[in-house]
């Protein structure tokens, strides 16, 4: 980087800025995604202390009560990600491997 930046040519010089360039973006961005960390609430917005289980030998281990409930905990966040009939397709494919 000193050589980068202590060289006479333009290119080098333009080089430099676009190196200093990213890596001041890359920082931004770590600023902002940390500055989203925020902790999980349960349904009375209420900090959650334990996180959900997701680890898949931690799934398998479940009771079929206990995966429902933890898949019910659960239900808003999948709905982002999943439609109601994917969700349910996952407590079938559970139901069946047990």
């Known amino acids: 980087m000193d050589g980068l930046r202590s060289s006479g040519s333009a290119e080098e010089k333009d080089k430099y ?37 997701v680890m898949h030998l931690d799934l398998c281990a479940l009771l079929s009560r206990e995966f429902v409930s933890c898949l019910q905990e659960q239900r808003i966040r999948l709905s982002q990600k999943f439609s109601e009939e994917e969700v349910e397709k996952i407590d079938e494919q559970f139901v069946s491997c047990v």
């Open 17 to 53: 800025k676009s190196i200093v360039s990213m890596i001041a973006n890359f920082s931004l961005q770590m600023v902002i995604g940390i500055s989203k960390v925020c902790t999980e609430h349960d349904h009375w917005n209420n900090p959650v202390d334990q996180l959900p289980t």
